[in-house]
T-cell receptor, first 123, second 107 residues
Framework: QVQLQESGPGLVTPSQTLTLTCTVSGDSISRVSDRWSWIRQPAGKGLEWIGRISISGGTNYNPSLKSRVTVFADTSKNQFSLKLTAVTAADTAVYYCAGDIRQASGNYVFGYWGQGTLITVSS | DIQMTQSPSSLSASVGDRVTITCQASQDISNYLSWYQQKPGKAPKLLIYDASDLEIGVPSRFSGSGSGTDFAFTINSLQPEDIATYYC?????????FGQGTRLEIK
């Protein structure tokens, strides 16, 4: 059974860089899915897609965050990570990692989710 | 960005009721739409993809319909365990975007 687990600092100081890691267990990250995303959810609010990496090559980012975001993977560790620079209080949220499932139609949807990790930006 | 507008933002229904949530896209997304269920303190769970296909293991009382810009999500015979917030999400264009969510409560 594939499981995803986010890890990170919990508390980040404003203007600093947030780094989160998602560890995939149960199978090789490359075999489970080609596409891995980060999604966040401020308290009491909706879901915002941050960006994704394709193990086969390439990244895509939400333009609203593109200048501050990097998503990268370490397949040898079965992990992928998010780096978000110059954080502010507006970046306080639960951050989820998610993996795509390729359906028979050929379309990709978020089939695997981590439990989420709360990141608070505060001095 | 494609804007996804869900309606209503919250609704209260009784056990056994039929419940319908709508989702409207700001432009044609064909059938590139999924529905997720999120219970408090939990990650979202995929229920429906390609607008109307039921994910494996999801009860058949859940269904989806629509194409283009107008979509619907229905729960036939609401159960107590269906209390959650439901989100639609388009995957036709980047950035991937979600509706604002519909909070479902039991009367």
């Amino acid at each position: 059974q594939v499981q995803l687990q986010e890890s990170g600092p919990g508390l980040v100081t404003p203007s600093q860089t947030l780094t989160l890691t998602c560890t995939v267990s149960g199978d090789s990250i490359s075999r489970v899915s080609d596409r891995w995303s980060w999604i966040r959810q401020p308290a009491g609010k909706g879901l915002e897609w941050i960006g994704r990496i394709s193990i086969s090559g390439g990244t895509n980012y939400n333009p609203s965050l593109k200048s501050r975001v990097t998503v990268f993977a370490d397949t040898s560790k079965n992990q992928f990570s998010l780096k978000l620079t110059a954080v502010t209080a507006a970046d306080t949220a639960v951050y989820y990692c998610a993996g795509d499932i390729r359906q028979a139609s050929g379309n990709y949807v978020f089939g695997y989710w981590g439990q989420g990790t709360l990141i608070t930006v505060s001095s | 960005d494609i804007q996804m507008t869900q309606s209503p933002s919250s609704l209260s229904a009784s056990v056994g009721d039929r419940v319908t949530i709508t989702c409207q896209a700001s432009q044609d997304i064909s059938n590139y739409l999924s529905w997720y269920q999120q219970k408090p303190g939990k990650a979202p769970k995929l229920l429906i993809y390609d607008a109307s296909d039921l994910e494996i293991g999801v009860p058949s009382r859940f269904s989806g319909s629509g194409s283009g810009t107008d979509f619907a999500f229905t729960i036939n015979s609401l159960q107590p365990e269906d209390i959650a917030t439901y989100y639609c999400q388009q995957y036709d264009n980047l950035p991937l975007t979600f509706g604002q969510g519909t909070r479902l409560e039991i009367k």
